[in-house]
């Protein structure tokens, strides 16, 4: 019978031991390995957080999902350039208070626009070259503006005319062409007239020159055309202008039409520095306002506001305002007021 042979025990744990401890000192060297790399700061050295790109960290921040929505913050996708450069619909619409920028001059009206300038405050007191635009209230006579026309001549007589003055001891007068006589609107009027030589005069305008003279012309006086001019002229080219001068009279009068009563009145004006521009009565705790006649005279039909207080209006908007007139018809009554030079 053959014999069989067996290993010995011994040997063959002697050969595990051989094999395991190789294997356990691997072991061993791995766990250190991890614990190295676990320990903070060990990494590619000092500083390696501030290395790292800044749009990382922004990137990271912007991810993280908000608590309670179950969503890993790597799962949630970083913005794009575009949408974080561009602001969503509810931010224009809605901007936040700290996007809001501040008022500055260029985003309101600038003191300069808002005040009006001195200029302009100087030609509602008589300063010079704003009178165009502190006339609100002109009508085809404007201030500053210079009036192309022709002038001719009539016989003045006593100075009276259409515009009812009556008589006048000085008959440096005209007559207003019809369109710009515009219903009366011109009565009183100063105007400096200029030839085309040079020569110039002063009138006040106190009649209506019909139809058909025409736009911009100028019936003068034969007293007046003949200071520019010899009468046999004729027709002789000119400028003219409104004037405010200081020659007018020291206060303006008043003057009720014949026939007025309680139940009806007429009142003018006279002795004004400038036109005219409305007539009020003070009636039923306000103001009304009186219609004008071609005649000059402004007419209360129901006797509204007749022997009450009256305020006048310029063509420059300054306003006078006069009480204690009674109605005296035909009687010239004067006043303490007077419109200020422009």
Known sequence: MRATKHADPRARRRQGLVVGIP????????????????????????????????????????????????????????????????????????????????????????????????????????????????????????????????????????????CSFGPSGDLMVAAMNHTDYEVSRACGAYVLVRAAGGASITVRIVNECPLPCAPGQLDLSHEAFAKLAELSVGRLPITWTLLSPGSAPDTVSVRYKTGSTQWWCGIQVIGHRNPVATLEVRSGGGWRRLSRTDYN??????????????????????????????????????????????
């Open 297 to 342: 005279y402004f007419l209360s039909p129901d006797g509204g506001g007749c022997g009450g207080a009256i305020r006048v209006t310029d063509v420059y908007g300054e306003q006078l305002t006069v009480d204690g007139i009674a109605v005296k018809p035909d009687v010239v009554q004067p006043t303490r007021v007077q419109f200020a030079r422009h």
């Open 23 to 162: 294997l356990a000192l691997a072991a061993v060297g791995v766990l250190l390995c991890l614990s190295l790399a676990l320990l903070p700061g060990n990494g590619d050295g000092p500083g390696t957080e501030a290395a790292q790109p800044a749009g990382a960290s922004v990137a990271a921040t912007g991810t993280s999902a908000p608590p309670g929505t179950g969503v890993p913050a790597e799962a949630t996708p970083p913005p794009s350039p575009s949408s974080a450069s561009s602001p969503s619909p509810a931010a224009t619409a809605t901007p936040s208070p700290s996007a809001t920028p501040t008022p500055t001059l260029t985003a309101r009206p600038s003191a300069s626009t808002a005040t009006p300038s001195a200029s302009a405050a100087a030609g509602a007191t008589g300063g010079a070259g704003t009178v165009t635009s502190a006339a609100p209230l002109a009508g085809r006579i404007k201030p500053g503006t210079s009036h192309p026309g022709v002038a001719t001549s009539y016989d003045a007589a006593d100075g009276n005319g259409a």
